[in-house]
Structure formats: structure tokens, C-alpha cells
């Protein structure tokens, strides 16, 4: 219980010191916080013109969809808000930049995916919350619901974040697999889920679990659905401990980089 | 001019080492054609029709093959101009006996030209796998041909306007972001603008977006020649007003540049 309190105080000490780096920078930290606000919002836009073109797909309709958003948004938004390095992670382990990081008298993985705070989730997070409360209307216990399970999201985007980044300790040069398979774990997870059927729906349990993002917390809002939220839950640590164990089995292979760097 | 056409030979031939790099990129490109196709079965399916927009499914799908890879083809531009303005490595370019402007141009068009041909090559591949051949005349390659460098000119000019942007702004990524994100809704890379509302569709079809994404494909396609004297006329006049535009803002933006040496 301790060592958990501990890590919490660290973590909310870093978002400070990363808040602070960032607001340092303040008109491109503005810019690119709204500029990714836009940017979701303009896919909202997107699905507001295709379902007023055809109102339901497949029993889904413009809110499914806005919730399905707000969701991912906000869920990707928050988990690299905190821990912005898992987004840089496969970067960080080619460049043999992972030595400062060694040196720490904490668990190497959370300290370093707390070491960074990225800009633009920001906005996403923001974006996600927002939409939500002002285009779905929620009533107490769906805002409450839809909370809890930005947590799972968020905890799934870091999970799989890990998961993909890490691969660079066993592949080398895995930063444009790790992109690629990051754009499409998002990009499945922002289509309704029920057009995906078969051998794919498999794949966006398992290998892209896209669905522990758009199929299972939306049923989960829909239906207020307690079997749902753990179901995302669940997915959500399965992921993230398949990434945690690959990391450190890959930080066995890792191999430094010799490269003096300082952190401020 | 030579030297220009050099230049872009030079740009395809580095890209060609990195092959592998630009080919990693059409994993994406297969995820989003799919997803695109199980979407659009869904929605023709619900509709129970057979043309959407003009459009058959195989219709619809060699479309946004073809918006894809326009899309998905765009070398860093903006960024490039953000960083030499950043880094001062303009006032190094400026020495040279070459227009900043058109080098760019030259070696960014050539990058590009290689990556819109791998990612149409796949395309159709994934295409033809999903919902197979569709009857493209030779006319509507030609016209295809003759428009899209021209569609690739235009997004330089606005990529290369947004770059200039870091002589007056801490940071660009954010106008670049917001750009092509309007390219991409607004120039009907996800449907095609007869699906807007109608009253969206009349100022849709004079914007940018439309002869850099919309038109070409449309003209794929359907080898609409009516389209095709449009999106024509509409691009060169979009080429002239920018171009005229970048050289007012380029103009004054070099009055900014300030270099010793050392």
C-alpha cells in the first residue's frame, strides 16, 4: 500500500514538473492543445454529416458514435497526458537513451512513462470530456460510468503502448511498426464496432484490441452494463501486463548506448 | 529548369533507400481501406442500394484508394520550411543559386511521386483482393494524369504558406494539423462531396480541398470529362492565387532573416 501511495505522490509530482515544462513553451502548448481539439472535433463533424446521410449503421447511431469518441479521445488523451513517454518509448530504447533512466532508485518502467507529458493529448482529453457532457447529455450515473471507464481506456492506450514500443528491444529499428500499429489500434477504435465481423473481431479482441476501446464501453454506457465495464477492465490489465512483461523480458537485451544526457 | 528536374530525380532516388520505410506505410493504408470498405458494405447494405453518390461499392472503394494515397502521400513540406526558419538554415539555402521555394517544390514533388505511386499500386492490389476491377478508360487516366500534379502543386503552396507561418509563430504543427484535417473532410477524402448536404455541396466544390483530393479521384473514377474542364480550371486558378500570395509573404518574411557569420 505504501509503495503504491508513493508511486501516486510521484506521479502527481511529475504531472506538476511536466505541466510546468510544457506552459514554458506556452503559445505552442496552447496551439497544439487546440489545434488537436479541432482536429477531433472535425471527425465528429465527419460522422454528424455520414449519419445525417444515413441515420443508423447498423443499430448504431451520431450519439454511439460521439460517445465512441469521447471515449477514445479522452482515453488516449489522459493515459499519454500522464505518461507521455510511452508514446516515445521505442525511440528512446534504439537511441539507447533508457540509461538515465536505469540510474533512478525506482522501477525503471513507470518512472520513465511519467517522465514526459505530451502536448497535444491535452487536447484530447479535454476534447473527449467535453463532448460528452455537451452533445450526449449525460445523467449523473452515465458521467460517473463514462469516468471509470476512461480509466480502462486509459489504461489499455499506456498497455498497448508498452506493448508496441517495446519491441525495439527484440526488432531494433521498431519505431515505424510501433507508429503503424498504434494508427491502427486508433483508427479502429474510432469505427462503430459493428461493422467489423468474423476473423477481424478476433483480431480487435487480441492482437488490436481496438475493441476494449469502441465495442465494450460504449455497450457498457448503453446498456449500463457492470458485466461490460469489467469485461473493459479486465481487457485493459491483460494488455497492459502483456506489455509490462515484455518490457522488462526486452530490457534484458538492452543494450546502452554509451550517450551522456542530462535531465533538468 | 534542370536543374529542378534533377533535384526531383535526386529526391526519388534517396526515397528508393528507404524503400522499406515508405512500405512499412501502406500497412496503415490497408487497415483504413478496410475499415472503409466494412463500413460503406454496412452502409450500402442498409440503404439497399446500389450507388451511393454516383458511386457503386467497387466504385466507392477504387475512390478512396485513390484519396488514400494523396493523403497518405505528403512528405513533411511544412515541417521542412518550420525548421529551416527555425534553425536558420534559410539564410544557408538563401545563398545558393537555386530558388528556396522551387527546390523545395522540386524535391518534395519527387518524394511524393514515388510515394503516391507505391501507395496506388498497393491500393489497387488491396482493391482488387476486395472488390475487384473496375472499368477506368484510358481518357480518364490521361485527364487523371494531367490533374493530379497539379493537386500536388496546390497542397504544396498551402503546406509552404504554413511553414512560413514560423517567422510570426512559436509553433506551426498546430495550423498544419487543422489543415490537413479540412483536406481531408472538406476535400471528400471519406465521402465523396455528393454525399454532403446539398447547401455544403456549391461551396465545397470552389474550396482548395476539392482539386486537391476530390477531383482527381472522382475523375479516376468515373473519367467525368464535365468534372474534369472544372477541377482544370479551378486548380490553375488556385496555383496563381497562392503562388501570388507566397510571393507577397515570402517577400516580406525575408526581411526578417537576420545572419552573421561564424
Known sequence: MNTLISYLKLAVAYMQINFKSLIAYRGAFISQMVAMFINDFVWIAFWSLFFTRFPVVKGWGVNDVITLWAIAASGFGFAHMIMGNALALPGIIVRGELDTWLLYPRAVLPHLLLGKSNATSWGDALFGIFVYVIFVKPDLPHLLLFLTLLCSVSILFVGFSVLTGSLAFYIGSAESVATQLRFAMITFSTYPSPIFQGFVKVLLFTLVPAMFVSHLPVSALRNMSLSDTLYSFGGAFAILFAGVLVFYAGLKRYESGNLIEMRG | MDKYIFIALTAIRSKLAYLGEVGSKTIFLFVVLYIFLSLWQVTYGETNQTSLGGLTLPQMLWYLVVTESIILSLPAIAGTVDQDVRTGSLALQLIRPISYPLNLLASTSGERALSFFINLSVGSIIALIF?????????????????????????????????????????????????????????????????FPDSWQQILRILPFSAIVYGPARIFVTGDQTLFCSILIQQIAAIIGFSLVIKLIYGTALKRVFSHGG
Open chain 2, 131 to 195: 472488390v475487384g476491377p473496375i472499368a477506368i478508360s484510358l481518357q480518364s487516366l490521361m485527364m487523371f494524369a494531367l490533374v493530379i500534379p497539379l493537386a500536388f502543386t496546390i497542397d504544396f503552396l498551402i503546406y509552404f504558406l504554413i511553414g512560413l507561418a514560423a517567422f510570426w509563430l512559436e509553433d506551426t504543427s498546430g495550423l498544419m494539423l487543422i489543415y490537413s484535417r479540412m483536406t481531408m473532410i472538406l476535400g471528400g477524402m471519406l465521402i465523396p462531396l455528393e454525399l
